[in-house]
C-alpha cells in the first residue's frame, strides 16, 4: 500500500528558514509553542532546562516554516543521538532521548539518529498538510548531517479521549480500512512512519499540588489518580508529600531515511 496516496498536496508559497541566518525569528516559534501545549506541560516539564542549550547548540535542527510573508506558521524541532536501531536500544521516551542528546554531546559519542521532538502549527494554517512538509524537512536535516535513522515519540492526539485505555493497547487500534485509529499517529504512517513499540512515560510532569491546581483549574482535595484536561493519561496526586506527577505517554515511530 502507497502510504504516501491520500497526502493532498503541500502549499508552495511556503518555505523554511533557519534561526541561523534569522534569530530574529525564534520569538515567534516560542509564540506559537506558548498557545499549543496544556499548561502543566509547558512549566512542568523537567527538560525546560534544557531549552537555552538546545537553542545554543542545535538550532541547525530547529526547521522554521515561514510563509510568503517570512512569518513563522508552524516548526518542527529535532535533535541528533545515538541509537543502534533495535527496539532494546530506544529511549524510554521524550525526557531520555533529549537528556541522551546532551550526554552524547558531552561524550563525543559518534551520533546516528535524528529524533524528531516535536512539531508545532499555528492554529489558522492546521489542516493545511504543514506536518508532512515538517518531516520531509526533518529527514532532509538528517541526511544532511549524515545520520543513519530517524525516530519520532509521537504524541497521540485522540488519546486524551481514552485516557483510562493503557497507551500499549491505544496504538494497537485501527479503523475500518486498516489505518491507525490516532489522527497523529496516521499521519506519520502516511508518510512512512512504522510504529516500533510504546513509550508509556515518555515525558515526566512534575509539581506541587497547588501547581496543579492552577495549571488544570482543578482542585485535588485528597491524594489519588485524577483525570485532567488534554492529558493522555490520568496524574497521580499525593496530598502528604504535597506532589503530583504526570507522565505522558507517546508512541516511538521509525523512518526511513533513505
Not at 120 to 145: D, F
Not at 186 to 201: F, N
Request: glycine letters at 6%.
Amino acid at each position: 500500500m502507497n502510504r504516501r496516496t491520500n497526502i493532498e498536496a503541500a502549499p508552495t508559497n511556503n518555505k523554511f528558514l533557519s534561526i541561523l541566518d534569522r534569530p530574529d525569528l525564534l520569538q515567534q516559534a516560542i509564540n506559537l509553542r506558548e498557545n499549543e501545549w496544556p499548561e502543566y506541560i509547558k512549566k512542568g516539564s523537567l527538560t525546560l532546562k534544557y531549552i537555552e542549550d538546545y537553542i545554543k547548540n542545535y538550532s541547525d535542527f530547529l526547521a522554521l516554516l515561514c510563509d510568503s510573508q517570512e512569518k513563522v506558521i508552524a516548526y518542527g524541532a529535532a535533535i541528533p543521538i545515538v541509537w543502534d536501531g533495535s527496539v532494546d536500544g530506544l529511549p524510554d521516551g521524550w525526557d531520555a532521548a533529549y537528556e541522551q542528546a546532551f550526554d552524547d554531546r558531552q561524550r563525543d559519542r559518534e551520533k546516528t539518529t535524528i529524533c524528531a521532538l516535536g512539531a508545532v502549527i499555528s492554529p489558522a494554517h492546521k489542516g493545511k498538510s504543514l506536518s508532512y512538509q515538517i518531516i520531509e524537512e526533518i529527514k532532509k536535516i538528517g541526511v544532511r548531517h549524515g545520520l543513519k535513522y530517524m525516530l519520532a515519540p509521537v504524541r497521540p492526539t485522540s488519546k486524551k479521549m481514552y485516557p483510562l485505555t493503557p497507551i500499549e493497547n491505544y496504538i494497537c487500534w485501527k479503523r475500518p480500512d486498516g489505518t491507525p485509529f490516532d489522527p497523529w499517529i496516521r499521519a506519520h504512517w502516511k508518510m512512512g512512519g512504522k510504529i516500533l513499540t510504546a513509550a508509556p512515560r515518555s515525558m515526566l510532569i512534575s509539581g506541587k499540588v497547588i501547581d496543579w491546581e492552577n495549571w488544570t483549574g482543578m482542585i485535588f482535595p485528597e491524594s489519588g489518580n485524577y483525570i485532567v484536561p488534554e492529558a493522555l493519561q490520568p496524574i497521580r496526586i499525593d496530598i502528604e508529600k504535597d506532589i503530583g506527577i504526570y507522565e505522558d505517554p507517546n508512541v516511538w515511530m521509525e523512518y526511513s531515511l533513505d
